[in-house]
């Protein structure tokens, strides 16, 4: 068993290294002195310094970080709430209507997009963050909704009925049980739509306004100058921004259990 | 609440529940939707992929069948079919790399076990388009894994690792990696411990637990890896057309083309959109009943 | 009426009366135009001088503005479109004639920019900027000479060559070296062309519209035919290494234009707008950021020397070029066309 547990640790080492060799490369090149950073010319922090001027960068990334948590809080309550009750009750239509959920998953980003946008214009919505928050959160769902509905396949009954027998409320039972019970799925669900929404492209292209722009919207444009390294240095702000503060959340979640 | 609980206990352990009003009501937002940002978008395409091109792009209202004669072009078809086989192959890949390290991370220190997850996919947080370009740095002839190779002396020229079908499938597997470990992390963390030793004690070798208590178990983690996988796969443009230098057209890059690019075809892009959401929601709807009537035997 | 009503009825007018004013303080100019093609500056620049802000809405091709254009999603005041893109959009009169006497600066532009096919009296648009499609070499690797399409796609250059992603150039270049020009698209044309592009694909290594120039500094092609200003930011980025020629057979001259589309609501801030950014001063500005031709001769004398002397900005000589004219719905042919044969020779 122990040599099972160090295979499948070093696999997995393997793996690691497979995920994280861009992000050295990309953060490496972050310090980049050739502009176009194609080819590595020179160590320099300039770029990290214009990150500083470069208003617009900035707000972009604070519009994306908004869309993006908006988008993992409505997936995964409207994921998880379709994933349990389509479980727990035959609907009449549950089949077609489980589905359909999973559609915008198979359309191409274009169609769906240009189809959203004529679908708002033709209701008179403006374009904005709901737009932008509407378009992500349908194709976003289906992931949370997805992994929520692999956790409940083969879930005992037996443990919601216990919780009934002992006197709690349908509501209780579902929260005090069930959603613990769900949680790795909760959490994983999440942890997709938020990384779906943060790189999303094409649908925001058509779904977006002048003033709502999103960073990859931005990282896409500067294509034709050529991607400079002060992206690099977005992404990696970024980056070490968030894995600082999941140690920070762990850290002290393991000082207060 | 008691003649509740004894409703329950009477109905059979594995069925379904009739809804009642109120879980009618709950369902109600889900419903509304996927009426409207669901239905009414597909049914604009639908209606779309009938109809022929204005000349600025959009459409005019003239019906025609031409589209759909073309979604059937065998220029077209052989794309579709190249899309099919570089998602299948990629979700292959994806499962048979992406197993292990779910298994590691379901079984992991409960206290660390997000931590792993997140670790998963900080990466992904990155730009898609830096991440890549990092990929171009890393695989082009005077890139970073040519120079370790020639320094080891492992090659005596470079090796054209970029702008092939290979930077391709690589590109696919980075991106989708993480969207199968999880689901199948989810199925692997709730397995109980006791059953794995049991079959063990019993005599069954490592392997034979696997295939017959791990696997089964899993299932459902498994087919949720290939469904978050496989399928968005079918719409890929952006990987292929990057790392596979323009030379990997997918049916995503066909379709973009028809809005994006100069062929400025929407109908045509409508019809194709449209036949790729039929053969989903066919196959979808046919592997779910049939594991949902399974499942059912199951039991 | 009760005082409430007749309260009511006090706000509402007040209401309309403030509606009604022109917002002078808080005016606003919809601009929709290519990404990173407008620098901040000039944006900047505009605002302080009239106080009118500009909303910068990008797109990355003729196609994706057309479609947040006809789509009716947001009015937009100025607008940025290709040469053949302006053409489709005055035959659906889709842009707004424009006012002359409100455009004095527009004195600067050259005079071979007039009479071009798109918009000869210049009555709709206005140039922005201009380029070319050419062919760039690694003079370092290639020291041949490389002059034309046939040059190019020669069987020694298997695998070193990058071109544009884009069916409409490809296509032109092959039937340039038919001797047509590139808006004589016809379905026989097409088939006339189909064989020599059969022979071009299988050699070309990378295709790319967005960025060429990272295949061609990677080392990973030596040779290719692309964008003006790609070939100019290499030839700033790495001097004397990179050489740029217009092909002999002829190439393709666009130029990206300002204009005011249907729907606009503020007409006279984007005649502002256009006019300022046809102050050479400001032209200038675009220039330095943005080394494409610049079609404000008062401007050009505005720039420093190498600017002038790089040869993709500013080609020599007398080359062979021609605009694309709209070839309407044969677009979806030539589109056809490229797909089939790119999947064919790729793999």
Redesign the interface.
């Known amino acids: ?1 122990q040599l ?2 160090r295979l ?2 070093t ?2 080492g393997f ?2 290294l ?6 050295a ?2 953060v490496l ?1 972050s310090f980049n002195a ?3 950073n ?2 590595w010319t020179g160590f320099t922090f300039e770029w990290y310094a214009r990150l500083l001027e470069d208003r ?1 960068l900035v707000r972009t990334l604070e519009n994306s970080l908004i869309v993006a948590s908006v988008t993992t809080l409505l997936s995964v309550v ?1 994921g998880t ?2 994933a349990w ?1 389509l ?5 009449r239509g549950g ?1 077609l ?16 997009g ?8 033709t209701i008179g919505l403006q ?1 904005g963050y709901t737009t932008i928050v ?2 992500h959160v ?1 194709f976003c769902f289906p ?1 949370a909704m ?2 929520v ?3 409940l ?2 879930l005992d ?2 443990l ?2 216990a919780a ?2 002992l ?1 709690a ?2 509501p209780q039972a579902f929260a005090k049980v069930l959603v613990p ?1 769900l949680m ?2 909760i ?2 669900g999440a ?2 739509s ?2 779906l929404s ?2 999303e ?2 649908v925001t ?2 779904t977006a ?3 709502t ?1 999103t ?3 931005e ?9 400079d390294p002060s ?2 240095a977005i ?2 702000v ?2 070490l921004f ?2 600082l503060a ?2 920070a959340i ?1 850290a002290l979640r ?1 000082r207060n259990p | 609440m008691r003649q509740e609980a004894t409703h329950f206990a009477d109905a059979p352990a594995s069925a379904q529940h009739r809804p009642s009003r109120a879980a009618w009501l709950l369902l109600a937002p889900l419903v509304v939707w996927a009426l409207a940002f669901v239905v009414a978008p597909a049914a604009i395409m639908l209606v779309y992929s009938f109809m022929q091109r204005g000349t600025l792009g959009g459409v005019v209202s003239a019906f025609t069948l031409e589209n759909y004669a073309g979604v059937v072009d065998p220029v077209y078809l052989r794309i579709l079919i190249r899309s099919v086989a570089y998602a299948a192959l990629t979700t292959v890949l994806c499962l048979g790399l992406g197993y292990p390290v779910a298994f590691f991370i379901g079984r992991a220190d409960p206290r660390r076990r997000n931590l792993w997850l997140m670790a998963v996919m900080v990466p992904f947080w990155t730009s898609f388009l830096i991440r890549t370009y990092a990929w171009v740095t890393i695989l082009k002839s005077e890139g970073l894994l040519n120079s370790l190779l020639l320094q080891l002396r492992l090659v005596s020229e470079p090796l054209e690792l970029l702008y092939t079908p290979g930077a391709v499938v690589l590109g696919l597997v980075y991106t989708f990696l993480p969207f199968v470990i999880l689901p199948i992390y989810t199925s692997v963390e709730k397995l109980d411990g006791s059953l794995i030793e049991a079959a063990l004690d019993l005599g069954a070798g490592p392997l034979r637990a696997f295939a017959r208590v791990i696997l089964p178990l899993t299932a459902p983690g498994i087919a949720a890896g290939v469904l978050l996988c496989f399928v968005p796969a079918l719409g890929i443009y952006a990987v292929n057309d990057i790392l596979g230098g323009g030379r990997v057209d997918m049916i995503g890059n066909i379709i973009e083309n028809q809005f994006k690019g100069n062929a400025r075809n929407w109908p045509f892009g409508a019809a194709l959109g449209t036949a790729l959401l039929v053969a989903f929601a066919l196959l979808y709807a046919f592997v779910s009943s049939f594991s949902r009537s399974s499942a059912a035997r199951l039991r | 009426m009760t005082r409430t009503t007749g309260r009511a009825l006090c706000a509402s007018l007040a209401a309309l009366a403030f509606a009604a004013l022109p917002a002078a303080a808080g005016e606003e100019l919809n601009l929709f135009a290519w990404s990173e093609y407008v620098p901040q500056s000039v944006l900047d620049g505009f605002t302080k001088e009239t106080g009118i802000e500009v909303n910068y809405e990008t797109y990355s091709s003729n196609e994706e503005m057309l479609a947040k254009l006809v789509s009716g999603a947001a009015s937009y005041d100025v607008i940025q479109p290709s040469e053949y893109t302006i053409e489709a959009l005055v035959k659906e009169k889709q842009l707004l004639p424009l006012d002359h006497a409100k455009l004095p600066n527009l004195k600067n532009i050259g005079k071979e920019y007039w009479n071009q096919p798109h918009d000869p009296q210049l009555a709709y648009s206005v140039p922005y900027m201009q380029g070319t499609v050419g062919i760039v070499v690694n003079t370092s690797r290639i020291r041949e000479p490389v002059q034309s399409y046939r040059d190019v796609f020669q069987s020694k250059y298997r695998g070193r060559i990058v071109v544009l992603d884009d069916a409409r150039e490809i296509v032109s270049w092959g039937l340039a070296t038919l001797g047509l020009g590139p808006d004589q698209v016809t379905k026989e044309s097409l088939e006339k062309v189909r064989p020599v592009l059969a022979a071009w694909l299988p050699l070309v290594k990378v295709y790319d519209s967005d960025s060429p120039k990272t295949a061609l500094l990677n080392g990973d092609v030596d040779l290719g035919v692309v964008w003006s200003g790609e070939a100019a930011l290499l030839i700033q980025e790495e001097p004397g290494k990179f050489s740029y020629t217009l092909p002999k057979e002829g190439a393709h001259m666009f130029i990206d234009n300002l204009a005011i589309p249907k729907g606009a609501k503020n007409v006279a801030a984007a005649h502002r707008f256009l006019d300022y950014v046809l102050r050479p001063d400001v032209s200038v500005k675009i220039s330095k950021e943005f080394p494409y031709t610049n079609p404000n001769v008062e401007a050009r004398k505005l720039l420093p020397k190498d600017a002038l002397a790089n040869p993709a900005s500013y080609p020599p000589g007398d080359p062979k070029l021609a605009t694309f004219r709209d070839i309407g719905r044969l677009a979806a042919d030539v589109d056809k066309l490229f797909t089939d044969l790119k999947a064919r020779s790729g793999s």
């Open positions: 068993m099972a547990r499948l640790a696999w997995t793996v690691f497979f995920f994280y060799l861009p992000i490369v990309l090149y050739s502009r176009l194609i080819v617009v409207l709430a379709g009750l479980h727990r009750y035959r609907y089949a209507l489980d589905t359909l959920i999973f559609l915008p998953m198979i359309v191409p980003e274009v169609i769906l240009v189809s959203l946008l004529i679908l708002f214009v374009l509407i378009s349908t992931f997805a992994a509905q692999a956790r396949a083969g009954p037996a919601e009925e009934l027998d006197g409320t349908p019970y790795p799925a959490l994983s942890l997709m938020f990384t943060l790189d492209l094409i292209y058509f306004s002048a003033g722009r960073l990859p919207l990282i896409f444009g500067r294509v034709k100058k050529g991607l992206l690099n992404s990696t970024f980056v968030t894995a999941v140690f762990e393991r």
